[in-house]
Each structure stands twice: as structure tokens, then as C-alpha cells.
């Protein structure tokens, strides 16, 4: 069955490194990897994806890169490089919340914004001894939403793969 693995900068070298010494079996078991690499405006982001792009080469089935811009303009010429073979290209632009948002807006998860607690919030972000802050709280959550959206459609390339993958898988299944 087709599955998603989130493993992250750090460990993805050593990650596909494994998953590449173990590729023929895969292939031999008809199960076909893609990889989504997301790279950003860090020097070490490109050499980074650039490592785990050779890591997967010859083996991956599909690659799908997303310039991230939140954190900055992504270098053309850095990226120009990476779309090189890649399946789809997709980019998640730059977003911006209120100071008083960071902290609470920089460790949700995307899949936690949809369960945030607009009172809650708005009592968070209230400056001290105020009145909770509906108007900031109602803003934040609408940005948290926009920029939800922004991450699932910069994903919706190998999200579809994804699909059709597993649509195949099971109809292989059921005529074998």
C-alpha cells in the first residue's frame, strides 16, 4: 500500500541511503516511490536537497519539488537546478502573522489549525491585563487557514500520485 513518510531535512540523506540499498526489492514487489523534496532560502537547504535528489537518483519512480518562500526568496539559479527531472513543480509562498501570533502560530501543526480554539486564542493573544483579542484571533485563524491551503496545494502534485498509485495497487490486487 502506497504510504506517506515525513522524515525531514536532517535524516533524509541517510533515509533514502537505506531505502535505495533496499530499491530492488521494491521494484521486485512492483512498489514504486516518490519523493517530495521542499527547499527553501538557506545555503545549507540547497545543498541539502541537492544530496537527497542524488540519494533517490536512479531509483525514485517520481519527484515532486515545492520552492518553499516563506522564509524567503528561494535563489532562481539553486532552484533552476532541482526542477531538473522533477514530475511537478509547486511552490508555497511567503506568509506573514502578527508578532504577538509566532509563538502560537510556529509549533501547530497544519493538521492541529482546523481544531484551534478561537477563544482560546484570543485570550492568548490579548496584551496583559486586556480584554482577549477577538479581531487578531478571528485574523490569525484566517491566516493559519490561507496558508493550510497554501502547504496542501504546494503537496497536491504527489498527493494525486499518491492516489493513483494506490488506485493501481488495488486493482492489481483484485485481477491478481
Not at 47 to 59: L, N, P, Q
Request: hydrophobic fraction near 50%.
Amino acid at each position: 500500500m502506497p504510504a506517506i513518510v515525513d522524515i525531514g531535512a536532517n535524516g533524509g540523506v541517510a533515509f533514502l541511503e537505506a531505502l535505495g540499498q533496499m530499491a530492488g526489492a521494491f521494484t521486485r514487489r512492483g512498489k514504486a516511490l516518490g519523493l517530495v523534496v521542499v527547499v527553501a532560502h538557506k545555503d545549507e537547504a540547497y545543498t541539502t536537497a541537492r544530496a537527497v535528489v542524488a540519494a533517490g537518483k536512479g531509483w525514485i519512480k517520481d519527484r515532486f519539488l515545492v520552492v518553499n518562500h516563506v522564509h524567503g526568496e528561494p535563489e532562481a539559479g539553486e532552484i533552476k537546478d532541482l526542477t531538473k527531472g522533477a514530475g511537478a513543480v509547486t511552490s508555497l509562498p511567503k506568509f506573514t502573522f502578527a508578532t504577538r501570533a509566532l509563538s502560537i502560530t510556529r509549533p501547530l501543526g497544519l493538521a492541529l489549525i482546523p481544531q484551534l480554539d478561537e477563544e482560546a486564542l484570543a485570550k492568548q493573544l490579548a496584551l496583559p491585563g486586556a480584554e482577549p483579542d477577538v479581531a487578531m484571533a478571528l485574523r490569525t485563524r484566517a491566516q493559519l487557514d490561507a496558508f493550510r491551503l497554501a502547504a496542501m496545494r504546494a503537496v497536491e502534485p504527489a498527493a494525486r500520485w499518491l492516489i493513483e498509485a494506490k488506485t493501481e495497487a488495488k486493482s492489481d490486487a483484485k485481477s491478481a
